[in-house]
């Protein structure tokens, strides 16, 4: 059974910035695709930030310019470098593992709460 532990999330002030972290629990290059993904309140689940084993990334409009994704296949760690952060990013963001069979893994997500 393969686990995506996220970390790193919490309360940051508008300006400033947060790293995502998210640990698999089996090397993340047998994963087609791996990524970000957020819920606010009230909000279906959106794209943040996604790579596949291609090395293409694919970023949300609304986080373009300001969040990078990156991954350390010795540590099976998937990162997501967030800057400039808004009070609009506020929200659960969860980790995803897409296999090349199509099935996705997901996190148990970690809050972020841009606020001052």
């Known amino acids: 059974q393969v686990q995506l532990v996220e970390s790193g999330g919490g309360l940051v002030q508008p300006g400033g910035s947060l790293r995502l972290s998210c640990s698999a629990s089996?090397?993340?290059?047998?994963?087609?695709?791996m990524g970000w993904y957020r819920q606010s309140t009230g909000k279906e689940r959106e794209l943040v930030a996604t790579f596949n084993n291609s090395g293409r990334t694919n970023y949300g409009d609304s986080v373009k310019g300001r969040f990078t994704i990156s991954r350390d296949s010795a540590k099976n760690t998937v990162y997501l470098q967030m800057n400039s952060l808004k009070a609009e990013d506020t929200a659960v963001y969860y980790c995803?593992?897409?296999?090349?069979?199509?099935?996705?893994?997901w996190g148990q997500g970690t809050q972020v709460t841009v606020s001052s």
């Open positions: 995803s593992a897409a296999t090349y069979g199509s099935y996705v893994y």
């Open positions: 089996t090397s993340i290059n047998i994963f087609n695709t």
